[in-house]
């Protein structure tokens, strides 16, 4: 049995528009247009980010100069076209088709979402009426939240543990400097056209907008919901700018041996404690802490945040012990994972995957400076 949400706590508080800077209470209306206008000012500057990402790719395409540290492997050929076309087809449309219609089962059997209230769901919900009070005055709230996190965790979840477990072992077994890239200093064209794909089908109602938006933009973010995945799809292309010199500085202070431990926690750390906030914090939480962050309500609970700092703790410990590191890389692991659960906590949401990462490799940094 899914344990019923308290519907009552959403509808008699404030609910924080941390994008508009507003506050209005379900009874008003006097905010009813801050999300659409916040969601087009969020689709507006992804655009203007990733048509600028797309110029300085067709710059070094056309000209054939050295992009350097961020700007390499922007050649165009089969080999990339087929990589990024079968990626495409696997994992946006195959993989992102069945996690909505997962979702979309869900909402309707536990849930008890009716074709209707599907359909408003699924939708940009920028252009056709939704009222995210109204819905949760008729369903309950902690069983969407535990839809929206089956869903939005299974689907994204699963491919990035399994990809991080091999970058694991290949680092392990091939530690060379460039590996503390991880492998972002090579995805610029794919970044691209992810970004252009999640642009391409932000309002659309349809088939392409249901794969890439459909299990992935939370019920909860209500009109906010496909500009909370934008801005994290279009943060994920930012990390190339910030990790690979951090990446650089790593591999000039740290010994070899130590770089697939530094991957785990940067990365590994990062991807467990922020999956295992919502699992836990949808599960058996209750939403009291008010945040900031892209969606109509903006809550998080404190079982989640605990369970952020043990997670990522657990597996910092882990990986100490079976790489038999020094004892100062326990204290190390304290830090990270205090540090990765005051980010997820205390960073706007939607933007947490980006300050999770980051905060830790530079802590990773300062460790290195310190010790090695």
Same mark, same amino acid.
């Given at each position: 049995?899914?344990?019923?949400?308290?519907?009552?706590?959403?509808?008699?508080?404030?609910?924080?528009?941390?994008?508009?800077?507003?506050?209005?209470?379900?009874?008003?209306?006097?905010?009813?247009?801050?999300?659409?206008?916040?969601?087009?000012?969020?689709?507006?500057?992804?655009?203007?980010?990733?048509?600028?990402?797309?110029?300085?790719?067709?710059?070094?395409?056309?000209?054939?100069?050295?992009?350097?540290?961020?700007?390499?492997?922007?050649?165009?050929?089969?080999?990339?076209?087929?990589?990024? +076309?079968?990626? *495409? =087809?696997?994992?946006?449309?195959?993989?992102?088709? #069945?996690?909505?219609? /997962?979702? %979309?089962?869900?909402? &309707?059997?536990?849930?008890?979402?009716?074709?209707?209230?599907? +359909?408003?769901? *699924? =939708?940009?919900?920028?252009?056709?009426?939704?009222? #995210?009070?109204?819905? /949760?005055? %008729?369903?309950?709230? &902690?069983?969407?939240?535990?839809?929206?996190?089956?869903?939005?965790?299974?689907?994204?979840?699963?491919?990035?543990?399994?990809?991080?477990?091999?970058?694991?072992?290949?680092?392990?077994?091939?530690?060379?400097?460039?590996?503390?890239?991880?492998?972002?200093?090579?995805?610029?064209?794919?970044?691209?056209?992810?970004?252009?794909?999640?642009?391409?089908?932000?309002?659309?109602?349809?088939?392409?907008?249901?794969?890439?938006?459909?299990?992935?933009?939370?019920?909860?973010?209500?009109?906010?919901?496909?500009?909370?995945?934008?801005?994290?799809?279009?943060?994920?292309?930012?990390?190339?700018?910030?990790?690979?010199?951090?990446?650089?500085?790593?591999?000039?202070?740290?010994?070899?041996?130590?770089?697939?431990?530094?991957?785990?926690?940067?990365?590994?750390?990062?991807?467990?404690?922020?999956?295992?906030?919502?699992?836990?914090?949808?599960?058996?939480?209750?939403?009291?802490?008010?945040?900031?962050?892209?969606?109509?309500?903006?809550?998080?609970?404190?079982?989640?945040?605990?369970?952020?700092?043990?997670?990522?703790?657990?597996?910092?410990?882990?990986?100490?012990?079976?790489?038999?590191?020094?004892?100062?890389?326990?204290?190390?692991?304290?830090?990270?994972?205090?540090?990765?659960?005051?980010?997820?906590?205390?960073?706007?949401?939607?933007?947490?995957?980006?300050?999770?990462?980051?905060?830790?490799?530079?802590?990773?940094?300062?460790?290195?400076?310190?010790?090695?």
């Amino acid at each position: 049995m899914i344990p019923e949400g308290d519907n009552v706590e959403a509808a008699e508080t404030p609910e924080t528009w941390a994008i508009a800077g507003t506050e209005r209470s379900s009874e008003t209306d006097t905010a009813g247009d801050a999300p659409p206008a916040a969601a087009r000012r969020i689709f507006l500057a992804c655009l203007l980010y990733a048509s600028g990402a797309a110029l300085v790719w067709l710059f070094f395409a056309l000209t054939g100069r050295d992009g350097g540290l961020f700007f390499s492997h922007y050649q165009l050929d089969r080999e990339t076209v087929v990589r990024i +076309a079968t990626s *495409f =087809a696997i994992f946006w449309f195959g993989w992102g088709w #069945l996690w909505y219609r /997962l979702k %979309r089962m869900l909402l &309707r059997r536990v849930v008890g979402l009716s074709e209707q209230e599907l +359909a408003e769901n *699924f =939708a940009s919900r920028m252009g056709t009426p939704f009222d #995210l009070s109204a819905l /949760l005055a %008729r369903h309950s709230e &902690r069983r969407i939240r535990i839809v929206d996190m089956i869903t939005r965790r299974g689907r994204t979840l699963i491919p990035l543990l399994a990809g991080f477990i091999f970058f694991y072992f290949h680092i392990s077994k091939d530690p060379g400097p460039e590996s503390l890239a991880f492998g972002i200093q090579d995805n610029f064209l794919d970044a691209i056209v992810l970004c252009a794909a999640m642009l391409g089908s932000y309002y659309s109602n349809g088939f392409v907008g249901r794969v890439f938006y459909g299990a992935h933009a939370r019920i909860m973010d209500g009109k906010l919901g496909r500009a909370n995945a934008l801005a994290i799809g279009t943060m994920w292309t930012l990390f190339k700018f910030v990790m690979i010199p951090i990446g650089l500085r790593l591999a000039a202070v740290f010994p070899p041996d130590t770089y697939a431990a530094l991957f785990v926690f940067i990365w590994v750390t990062y991807i467990v404690g922020d999956a295992l906030s919502e699992i836990v914090g949808a599960l058996f939480g209750r939403q009291a802490l008010r945040v900031w962050g892209i969606g109509e309500v903006n809550r998080k609970s404190v079982a989640g945040t605990w369970a952020c700092f043990l997670g990522s703790l657990a597996v910092c410990v882990a990986v100490v012990l079976a790489r038999h590191l020094p004892l100062p890389w326990l204290g190390l692991a304290v830090v990270v994972s205090a540090a990765n659960t005051a980010t997820e906590l205390l960073s706007p949401r939607g933007t947490d995957d980006f300050t999770m990462a980051t905060t830790s490799a530079l802590l990773c940094w300062g460790f290195g400076v310190l010790v090695y």
